[in-house]
């Protein structure tokens, strides 16, 4: 018999991920989507346009987590086998600006859905929580593992913190089989554009074919473990498989900066960073210029990228600026998991290498840019 999947955040990176590995994987599929007045739902497109899957294999609901009486009736009309809880508001900096509503949905509204399957009775559904690496914020031991102490450092980390100990309740008080991965940092090409990341690998591309002169970035040496977001969402059905409730690690064991994310992105692009000054003052100009390998990552021969481009690199250029207006309040300096224990239980292990994920990224955003303009 087919199973049924419910996932909420199905617009989202993981989301659209997820919902791919469990088609494929021959389950029944059911998304929450938030109303919006324009449409959101460009990261699973690809599926939502496929006739031969959607309302077949593939089926959109809306719904939010801070409604309660939607969570019920949701519950009672699919009957999920399994639920992913992705749906959050998951941007760190915002969550300083809008701490009600981040504790509204990434709190409460994991408490709600927790809630809403006991009401409903559905007492075999396996529940996976998106916790996140952000509750180690300031880290009590190097690397951080399931037994290392939390010490969130934001709001958002702080409404996941909750999130993660009402799953663990609920799991010894009512016997659900409720699981969390706390999954350190993964990205691609589907990753949000105001996330560090895709913000980078953005406005590399832009910069090189003229439709952006700099770029502006907060605490350029924080350093996190960065992993390919597949890889993880493959993770998540495994936690959810496992023969027994746990919660899992998942990570790739290396940490680097978001300077060295800088760095990558732009030498793949054939630009050398020189990096100047300190603290505020620091700034990346480039210290090397060769567009051929830009031309060659996009698909097209020099000449005809160069013919394209409508502003002329120079060296000494200044291509990244530190804004202190992108600084946290609190900040989290050093995250790098350990997944030892998922490695030796659940047999997963991250493959993509930092520099292969930047390429990926890097490569997905200037074919977008020569083609779109944008």
């Known amino acids: 018999?087919?199973?049924?999947?419910?996932?909420?955040?199905?617009?989202?990176?993981?989301?659209?991920?997820?919902?791919?590995?469990?088609?494929?994987?021959?389950?029944?599929?059911?998304?929450?989507?938030?109303?919006?007045?324009?449409?959101?739902?460009?990261?699973?497109?690809?599926?939502?346009?496929?006739?031969?899957?959607?309302?077949?294999?593939?089926?959109?609901?809306?719904?939010?987590?801070?409604?309660?009486?939607?969570?019920?009736?949701?519950?009672?009309?699919?009957?999920?086998?399994?639920?992913?809880?992705?749906?959050?508001?998951?941007?760190?900096?915002?969550?300083?600006?809008?701490?009600?509503?981040?504790?509204?949905?990434?709190?409460?509204?994991?408490?709600?859905?927790?809630?809403?399957?006991?009401?409903?009775?559905?007492?075999?559904?396996?529940?996976?929580?998106?916790?996140?690496?952000?509750?180690?914020?300031?880290?009590?031991?190097?690397?951080?593992?399931?037994?290392?102490?939390?010490?969130?450092?934001?709001?958002?980390?702080?409404?996941?913190?909750?999130?993660?100990?009402?799953?663990?309740?609920?799991?010894?008080?009512?016997?659900?089989?409720?699981?969390?991965?706390?999954?350190?940092?993964?990205?691609?090409?589907?990753?949000?554009?105001?996330?560090?990341?895709?913000?980078?690998t953005r406005a590399a591309s832009r910069i090189v074919a003229g439709l952006q002169q700099s770029l502006s970035l907060g605490n350029i040496h924080s350093k996190r473990d960065w992993g390919f977001a597949p890889e993880y969402c493959e993770g998540m059905w495994r936690i959810l498989n496992h023969d027994k409730a746990e919660d899992f690690v998942l990570a790739t064991g290396e940490t680097h900066t978001i300077k060295e994310f800088v760095e990558y992105t732009f030498r793949e692009l054939g630009i050398e960073i020189d990096w100047q000054g300190e603290a505020e003052n620091e700034k990346g100009v480039i210290s090397k210029i060769d567009l051929s390998k830009a031309a060659k990552l996009a698909g097209t021969d020099a000449q005809s990228f160069q013919y394209q481009l409508t502003n002329d690199l120079k060296i000494g250029q200044t291509l990244i600026k530190v804004d202190p207006n992108y600084y946290r309040p609190t900040e989290v300096d050093l995250l790098i998991g350990d997944p030892t224990k998922v490695e030796k239980i659940l047999g997963w292990k991250a493959k993509t290498k930092f520099e292969d994920l930047v390429k990926v990224m890097i490569q997905a955003d200037l074919e977008k840019v020569l083609k779109r303009g944008f």
């Not at 992705?86 to 504790?103: C, M, N, R, W």
């Not at 509204?109 to 075999?124: H, K, M, N, Q, S």
């Not at 559904?125 to 690397?143: D, H, I, N, W």
């Open 1 to 200: 018999m087919m199973k049924k999947a419910l996932i909420t955040g199905i617009t989202g990176q993981d989301g659209s991920y997820l919902t791919e590995i469990l088609l494929e994987k021959g389950y029944e599929v059911h998304g929450i989507i938030r109303r919006s007045s324009s449409f959101n739902t460009g990261r699973i497109d690809h599926l939502y346009n496929n006739r031969d899957i959607m309302n077949k294999q593939l089926f959109l609901h809306y719904g939010d987590l801070v409604d309660t009486s939607n969570l019920n009736r949701l519950l009672e009309q699919i009957e999920p086998d399994e639920i992913y809880n992705l749906a959050a508001q998951s941007h760190v900096k915002v969550s300083f600006e809008i701490p009600d509503y981040t504790g509204q949905v990434d709190a409460l509204g994991t408490l709600r859905f927790l809630d809403a399957i006991r009401e409903v009775g559905l007492r075999e559904v396996r529940f996976y929580q998106a916790s996140t690496s952000e509750l180690y914020g300031k880290v009590q031991e190097v690397p951080q593992s399931e037994k290392t102490p939390f010490y969130p450092r934001s709001p958002y980390g702080v409404a996941k913190l909750y999130g993660y100990w009402i799953i663990v309740n609920y799991r010894e008080a009512y016997n659900l089989f409720a699981c969390n991965g706390i999954l350190f940092n993964h990205e691609s090409p589907r990753r949000g554009e105001t996330f560090v990341t895709r913000k980078i």
